[in-house]
């Protein structure tokens, strides 16, 4: 059985997420920070990318999120440091329409 090898998270996807754009709002559980703004990329019914200000956001982390009318929590699959900017990736754990 070969191993497979993904070196893009895309490839890894099983449902393709949809453009998305506008604000989204990230408040990571466990940290001091109330809520952070953030950029929405991209989204499905089962994850978001989005992009943020804060660096030490890592795998594992859990946030609660908000974007239009969509609310709920997600956990955080990746984070990529790109010079000044920064993208996570989200797992939606729960979500619910404001």
């Not at 059985?1 to 449902?15: F, G, Q, W, Y």
């Not at 019914?45 to 804060?54: E, K």
């Not at 999120?65 to 929590?73: N, Q």
């Not at 996570?88 to 754990?93: N, P, T």
């Amino acid at each position: 059985m070969p191993l497979e090898t993904h070196s893009n998270p895309a490839d890894r996807r099983t449902e393709p997420r949809r453009r998305a754009h506008g604000p989204v709002k990230l408040r990571p559980t466990g940290f001091a920070a109330t809520s952070m703004p953030g950029e929405m990329l991209d989204i499905n019914s089962s994850g978001f990318r989005a992009r943020h200000s804060f660096p030490t956001l890592g795998s594992g982390h859990i946030v609660e999120f908000a974007y239009g009318s969509l609310e709920g929590r997600a956990r955080v699959v990746w984070t990529r440091i790109l010079g000044d900017k920064v993208e996570s990736g989200f797992l939606i754990l729960s979500r619910t329409a404001g």
